[in-house]
Structures are given as structure tokens and as C-alpha cells.
């Protein structure tokens, strides 16, 4: 395995607790600092590396923006109306391809899929989370186009861990 596989992993990984971690928020209405400190995640998450950290984090700080990006491309779906899952995964892969630096859009995508797959409540869950974060992607880039930059990734923080 290259240094590389083992990094794709790490994040895949990374985003997973991110998710459970996003979910568990939203079920209980605690923060999630508070959730991460107290360490009242579930055991299965385990230890919580610099990348599902700053992935929490700027999802919360983020989540106006977030939120109005999703619900502006969101088809015929208000955030009320969304199965929990499907808007935690949306928020932190929206939030990626926003702010992180070095991720290509196609990359949060691919992995909010399979979190969809993996987690999503119905068969059209991967669809869904494909559809309106593909909608994103192109939003964002006909902005760009319209603002002259260049580049396929946010504008905050790095993907290094």
C-alpha cells in the first residue's frame, strides 16, 4: 500500500467519525465540542484525528452557509423535510467543498456517496446526496467561471492532517 492509499484511507476514516459525530449532534441538540470533549461519542468512532476535527468544526462554524448553499440547490427539498443522514452528510461534504484546500470536488463527492450508501436511511439516499452535491460542484464552478478564478477547491483550510 502507498503512502497515498493509506492517506485516502485515513480521511475515509476521518469523515466517517465526522459523520456519526455530525449525526449524534444533530439527534441529541448537543454542540459538538461538547459531544467531542466529554467524549460522548460512541466507542466505535474511537480517537479523533486533526482531519475529523477540523472538519466538525468548520461544518459548525460554516453552517449558515452551508445550510443556504444545500437548501438553494437542494431540488424540491427543504433542510426540514431531509432524512438526519442525508443533511449531515451533505453538510460536511458541502462544507469540504467549500472551505478545504486540496480536495477536489469530485473527491467529496465520491466519499459523501459512499457515506450515503453506507449510512443513508433509503435506496435513493447516494442519488440524493449525489444530485445536490453535484448541483453544488457546478454552481461553484459556473461562480468561478463568472469570477475569473481558477482552481477546484475551497479557500480555507488545508487537507493536511
Known amino acids: 500500500m502507498t503512502n497515498r492509499q493509506g492517506v485516502h484511507q ?3 476514516l476521518a469523515r466517517r467519525k465526522a459523520l456519526q459525530i455530525l449525526y449524534q449532534s444533530e439527534i441529541t441538540g448537543l ?12 466507542e466505535e468512532v474511537g480517537l479523533i484525528c486533526d482531519f475529523t476535527r477540523m472538519l466538525l468544526s468548520g461544518t459548525s462554524s460554516h453552517i449558515e452557509e452551508v ?15 431531509m432524512p438526519l443522514v442525508d443533511k449531515s ?4 461534504a458541502t ?4 472551505y478545504v484546500d486540496g ?3 469530485s473527491v467529496s463527492i465520491n466519499e459523501a456517496v459512499e457515506l450515503a450508501k453506507d449510512f443513508g436511511g433509503e ?21 468561478k ?7 477546484e477547491s475551497g479557500t480555507e483550510e488545508t487537507a493536511d492532517e
Not at 67 to 81: H, K, Y
Open 145 to 151: 467561471v463568472d469570477s475569473g478564478a481558477d482552481g
Open 95 to 98: 462544507y469540504e467543498i467549500l
Open 103 to 105: 480536495v477536489p470536488y
Open 89 to 92: 452528510i451533505l453538510r460536511l
Open 31 to 42: 454542540p459538538i465540542d461538547e459531544i467531542i470533549d466529554r467524549c460522548l461519542y460512541v
Open 67 to 81: 445550510d443556504e448553499l444545500i437548501a438553494q440547490t437542494s431540488e424540491n427539498w427543504s433542510l426540514e423535510r
Open 123 to 143: 435506496d435513493d439516499s447516494s442519488r440524493f446526496v449525489n444530485g445536490v452535491l453535484g448541483r453544488i460542484a457546478d454552481y461553484l464552478e459556473e461562480t
Open 10 to 12: 485515513a480521511r475515509t
